[in-house]
Every structure is written in structure tokens, then in C-alpha cells.
């Protein structure tokens, strides 16, 4: 049975990941491995994202006009969220919106370029 599913991410910079990833989105330090650290585990209300110190893949140039996401977030309440988000100073590249799907969403760029998605059931 599978209980959850962790994301890992790469990244180029594990305490400026962490940094942003607690400072902007709210999420807490599970721990780093190795000094300086080489990974990374945070998370925000049970659910995790691990990060490695490790080149990142080629970009896709568009990527952010295709709107190629890395990670989706099943939340509560989007406007709620939003409101935390954009009083922090994150950079979307959505806000708010009633998606045909039947969920109210929006996009976050987060400090490595990632999309992350966050979306709640309408």
C-alpha cells in the first residue's frame, strides 16, 4: 500500500532551496545530510519534498509557456493559500482560477525555476 509519494528535486544550492522553500511556501526542515548539505527533506502538513545538490536538467525553453509543471499540491482552499503566498513575495506565473477540471488553481515559480501547481477540489 502506498501511503504518500515524495518529489525529489535537484537543485544547486540546498540552504538557499531550504530557505525559500520555509521563508515563501511554509514548509519545515526535516533534516540535511552531510556539511556542506548534499540533501534535504522538508515538509508542510505530512507531505514531503526531498531536494539533492546536483546540476539540474537541461531547461526546456518553453517551459513556462507551455506551462510544464513539476509538481502538483492538492490544498483546501487555493484564495487562502494565495493570500499567504503573495503576501510573502512568491512569484506566480498564475493566480487564481476555476480550472474545467473542477479545481480553483494557481501556479507558483519557486527560487530553482520549478512550477509548482496548487490546487483545490471546487
Not at 12 to 33: Q, V
Given at each position: ?23 515563501k ?12 548539505p ?15 545538490c546536483?546540476e ?65 477540489n471546487?
Amino acid at each position: 500500500m502506498i501511503r504518500q509519494i515524495a518529489p525529489q528535486f535537484f537543485t544547486k544550492d540546498i540552504p538557499a532551496t531550504l530557505a525559500y522553500y520555509k521563508d515563501k511556501l511554509g514548509f519545515e526542515c526535516r533534516g540535511t545530510w552531510q556539511d556542506p548539505p548534499v540533501y534535504a527533506i522538508v515538509a508542510r502538513d505530512q507531505h514531503a519534498i526531498h531536494f539533492r545538490c546536483a546540476e539540474p536538467p537541461t531547461a526546456n525553453p518553453d517551459k513556462y509557456a507551455d506551462e510544464l509543471i513539476d509538481a502538483y499540491l492538492l490544498i483546501e482552499d487555493a484564495d487562502v493559500l494565495y493570500a499567504e503566498y503573495a503576501a510573502k513575495g512568491v512569484e506566480f506565473t498564475r493566480g487564481p482560477a476555476n480550472m474545467p477540471w473542477h479545481s480553483r488553481e494557481f501556479v507558483v515559480k519557486d527560487c530553482d525555476g520549478r512550477l509548482l501547481a496548487f490546487g483545490a477540489n471546487l
